[in-house]
T-cell receptor, first 118, second 114 residues
Framework: GAVVSQHPSWVICKSGTSVKIECRSL??????MFWYRQFPKQSLMLMAT?????????EQGVEKDKFLINHASLTLSTLTVTSAHPEDSSFYIC??????????????FGPGTRLTVL | AQSVSQHNHHVILSEAASLELGCNYS??????LFWYVQYPGQHLQLLLK??????LVKGIKGFEAEFIKSKFSFNLRKPSVQWSDTAEYFC????????????FGAGTRLFVKA
């Protein structure tokens, strides 16, 4: 089945630094990838929709200058948390839509990246 | 705007009990509906999905869900739960007209006692 990977799985950084998280579709091409944030004991909140070769579409309330998204190829999207602060600590999950799936709208989720900002 | 509500945040059942998790959505147009499961320490996996056709959808591991359009509901059911069903379950919906943005419910944590 379709597999999505994320790297790193866990990152700890100092306040003020930037962190890059990678999301890769391993055995399929993904024209569209999604970035979610999950707080403890809460649901996934969609942050942005990442489209290959174009700018990401951010959800209301998500700062696009803080959460930089780049979808440079059909198998890779990156999320960079710039000038991270402790309140950015969270679990970040990406998902990818299989281009070949047509209208099935099924997303495949990565394992998530836990970001801890000290 | 789309929204999804799940009725129960926590459910505790004994093995062999029947399960029904409620899910209601708000969106006036055509929708695609999903149930995802997240086992402890693992990532989200698709349990089942509805796009069109038979409103009773069967998924993996004995789960099924029924789409009732008039009630804007997509409840998840399993006749007899097992300890291994302990997990968090998320209902999700996206617009069926090619809008790929998926909205998730808050999730229901199911704990099955052995």
């Amino acid at each position: 089945g379709a597999v999505v990977s994320q790297h790193p799985s866990w990152v700890i950084c100092k306040s003020g630094t930037s962190v890059k998280i990678e999301c890769r579709s391993l055995d399929f091409q993904a024209t569209t990838m999604f970035w979610y944030r999950q707080f403890p004991k809460q649901s996934l909140m969609l942050m942005a929709t990442s489209n290959e070769g174009s700018k990401a579409t951010y959800e209301q309330g998500v700062e696009k200058d803080k959460f930089l998204i780049n979808h440079a190829s059909l198998t890779l999207s990156t999320l960079t948390v710039t000038s991270a602060h402790p309140e950015d600590s969270s679990f970040y999950i990406c998902s990818a839509r299989d281009w070949a799936s047509g209208s099935s709208d099924t997303q495949y989720f990565g394992p998530g990246t836990r970001l801890t900002v000290l | 705007a789309q929204s999804v509500s799940q009725h129960n945040h926590h459910v505790i059942l004994s093995e062999a009990a029947s399960l029904e998790l409620g899910c209601n959505y708000s969106y006036g147009g055509t929708v695609n509906l999903f149930w995802y499961v997240q086992y402890p320490g693992q990532h989200l996996q698709l349990l089942l999905k509805y796009f069109s056709g038979d409103p009773l959808v069967k998924g993996i591991k004995g789960f099924e869900a029924e789409f009732i359009k008039s009630k804007f509901s997509f409840n998840l059911r399993k006749p007899s739960v097992q300890w291994s069903d302990t997990a968090e379950y998320f209902c999700a919906v996206n617009a069926g007209t090619g809008g790929f943005k998926t909205i998730f419910g808050a999730g229901t944590r199911l704990f099955v006692k052995a």
